[in-house]
């Protein structure tokens, strides 16, 4: 049993200020827990740079505060862990129905699922983890993702190539090969038969045959016990498909860990699978190392195809850019944005409405914080959004953000002739179908309130 198994791993929420002690051990002098602290924060500097977490010491306490990454990191101990990675930082979502999903990242790839985001996440070599089991994207995932591409692939029969195949044929077709056929010409009974090589176009080519054995691969891990009832059941008759479908065995050959190429000939379908195959082929190694998603894009993506379902017509991440005026100084405009750019511009029942997502704690504090705190985080966002407005020439401007739950949460206020409403949306995306209609009342009776 290794040093990593004796120190817990550290788990936090997204927007989450946790307060974390030191484990007794990893404490050279218990009279100056400040300074072992102060250590500790050094010592992980450039982890929590990676998954954007702010770290100080206060009064013999650490405070962690996540922002909008989630992901896992190493972590160095000082005093007894000597400065080495011991355990690794989880983490999680802070919004969803987590206390009842045994496998939180498999919620987060539904979610991803029904938003149509890629879970991509970014990793970081120079950051070895001290566990892979749990802290890293499951292998399942990827598993799924390229049996899914790979019925794609073969359905449409878009993956052929040529090959150059060695044939006997009766007539000189091709590149035949005139020395070998003078040697049999001697024997009358091969004076018709000609040696030579043809390039065909087919599917059974090597790559293909590699991408079967990753294939059968990512099959047994479908098929493992560790592997959850639903994401194994989200494939099932893709499997049974694939079975009908792909030869029921491949020519054997050295297995290699090369990754698979794109060709600009290549159809979108392949590229798909390949990106599928190579994720799969590093997942092996690369989980080993930190990684991170920013929940927040997610979130972002999650609203929209909610919105998508109510309003009829919408401008996504619209970029309304800044011009600077000739004849004037810019010593301090050049500094401000080059553009303003609101999540969506919509239209519903006839009227513009300017709608942004934040993935921000607007329904929940986090530890410690006060009223004026959650006042000052909300500020910047109000004066953003009523600008938009007015570039837009529109009286309603609305933010969404997530709430814990399963309702959404509606508030709605006046700023001036400016509607401002906030709007809590829940990450239960099973329930994507009542929150759409929720939404559209919502739209419903502010608009009422124009006339």
């Given at each position: 049993?290794?040093?990593?198994?004796?120190?817990?791993?550290i788990?936090?929420?997204?927007?989450?200020?946790?307060?974390?002690?030191?484990?007794?051990?990893?404490?050279?002098?218990?009279r100056?827990?400040?300074?072992?602290?102060d250590?500790f924060?050094?010592?992980?500097?450039?982890?929590?740079?990676?998954?954007?977490?702010?770290?100080?010491?206060?009064?013999?306490?650490?405070?962690?505060?996540?922002?909008?990454?989630?992901?896992?990191?190493?972590i160095?101990?000082?005093?007894?862990?000597?400065?080495?990675?011991?355990?690794?930082?989880?983490?999680?979502?802070?919004?969803?129905?987590?206390?009842?999903?045994?496998?939180w990242?498999?919620?987060?790839?539904?979610?991803?699922?029904?938003?149509?985001?890629?879970?991509?996440?970014?990793?970081?070599?120079?950051?070895?983890?001290?566990?892979?089991?749990?802290?890293?994207t499951?292998?399942?995932?990827?598993?799924?993702?390229?049996?899914?591409c790979?019925?794609?692939?073969?359905?449409?029969?878009?993956?052929?190539q040529?090959?150059?195949?060695?044939?006997?044929?009766?007539?000189?077709?091709?590149?035949?090969?005139?020395?070998?056929?003078?040697?049999?010409?001697?024997?009358?009974?091969?004076?018709?038969?000609?040696?030579?090589?043809?390039?065909?176009?087919?599917?059974?080519?090597?790559?293909?045959?590699?991408a079967?054995?990753?294939?059968?691969?990512?099959?047994?891990?479908?098929?493992?016990?560790?592997?959850?009832?639903?994401?194994?059941?989200?494939?099932?008759?893709?499997?049974?498909?694939?079975?009908?479908?792909?030869?029921?065995?491949?020519?054997?050959?050295?297995?290699?860990?090369?990754?698979?190429?794109?060709?600009?000939?290549d159809a979108?379908?392949?590229?798909?699978?390949?990106?599928?195959?190579?994720?799969?082929?590093?997942?092996?190694?690369?989980?080993?190392?930190?990684?991170?998603?920013?929940?927040?894009k997610?979130?972002?993506?999650?609203?929209?195809?909610?919105?998508?379902?109510?309003?009829?017509?919408?401008?996504?991440?619209?970029?309304?850019?800044?011009?600077?005026?000739?004849?004037?100084?810019?010593?301090?405009?050049?500094?401000?944005?080059?553009?303003?750019?609101p999540?969506?511009?919509?239209?519903?029942?006839?009227?513009?409405m300017?709608?942004?997502?934040?993935?921000?704690?607007?329904?929940?504090?986090?530890?410690?914080?006060?009223?004026?705190?959650?006042?000052?985080?909300?500020r910047?966002?109000?004066?953003?959004?009523?600008?938009?407005?007015?570039?837009?020439n529109?009286?309603?401007?609305?933010?969404?953000?997530?709430?814990?739950?399963t309702?959404?949460?509606?508030?709605l206020?006046?700023?001036?002739d400016?509607?401002?409403?906030?709007?809590?949306?829940?990450?239960?995306?099973?329930?994507?179908?009542?929150?759409?209609?929720?939404?559209?009342?919502?739209?419903?009776?502010?608009?009422?309130?124009?006339?």
């Open positions: 049993m290794g040093q990593d198994n004796q120190i817990a791993i788990e936090l929420p997204t927007f989450t200020n946790k307060i974390y002690h030191l484990p007794k051990k990893m404490v050279a002098d218990h100056y827990p400040n300074e072992a602290n250590a924060i050094k010592l992980n500097r450039k982890a929590f740079e990676f998954l954007n977490i702010e770290a100080y010491s206060q009064e013999g306490s650490l405070h962690l505060i996540s922002h909008n990454f989630v992901g896992t990191i190493p160095r101990m000082p005093g007894g862990g000597r400065g080495k990675p011991v355990t690794d930082l989880v983490i999680k979502p802070r919004y969803g129905d987590l206390h009842e999903q045994a496998d990242f498999e919620w987060m790839s539904g979610l991803a699922e029904f938003s149509k985001f890629k879970l991509d996440p970014e990793r970081k070599q120079q950051l070895k983890l001290t566990r892979t089991a749990g802290t890293s499951p292998r399942y995932l990827l598993a799924r993702e390229l049996i899914n790979f019925l794609v692939v073969v359905q449409k029969g878009h993956w052929n040529f090959i150059n195949r060695k044939l006997l044929v009766g007539r000189p077709i091709g590149n035949v090969d005139w020395n070998e056929y003078a040697k049999r010409n001697s024997d009358p009974h091969q004076a018709l038969i000609f040696p030579t090589r043809i390039n065909t176009m087919t599917s059974n080519h090597v790559d293909f045959q590699r079967m054995i990753l294939f059968m691969e990512a099959k047994s891990v479908i098929e493992d016990r560790g592997t959850p009832n639903s994401v194994r059941q989200s494939v099932h008759t893709i499997l049974l498909q694939l079975t009908k479908l792909l030869p029921a065995s491949t020519k054997s050959f050295v297995y290699k860990t090369d990754l698979f190429q794109t060709a600009p000939q979108q379908e392949v590229r798909r699978l390949k990106e599928a195959l190579n994720a799969f082929l590093l997942n092996k190694e690369e989980q080993k190392y930190a990684w991170r998603i920013d929940f927040s997610l979130f972002e993506e999650y609203i929209q195809q909610l919105i998508s379902h109510v309003v009829a017509i919408s401008e996504n991440n619209k970029r309304i850019p800044r011009s600077l005026i000739p004849g004037y100084g810019h010593r301090v405009s050049r500094l401000t944005p080059q553009y303003l750019e999540d969506l511009v919509a239209k519903f029942a006839g009227e513009k300017i709608l942004d997502s934040k993935y921000k704690s607007y329904f929940y504090s986090r530890n410690k914080e006060t009223v004026q705190d959650q006042r000052q985080r909300t910047s966002d109000i004066h953003q959004i009523i600008a938009y407005t007015s570039l837009e529109s009286r309603i401007a609305i933010i969404l953000a997530p709430v814990e739950g309702k959404v949460s509606e508030e206020m006046c700023y001036g400016i509607f401002v409403g906030i709007l809590g949306i829940p990450l239960q995306y099973k329930n994507a179908k009542l929150y759409v209609e929720v939404v559209r009342s919502y739209f419903r009776k502010i608009v009422s309130q124009l006339e």
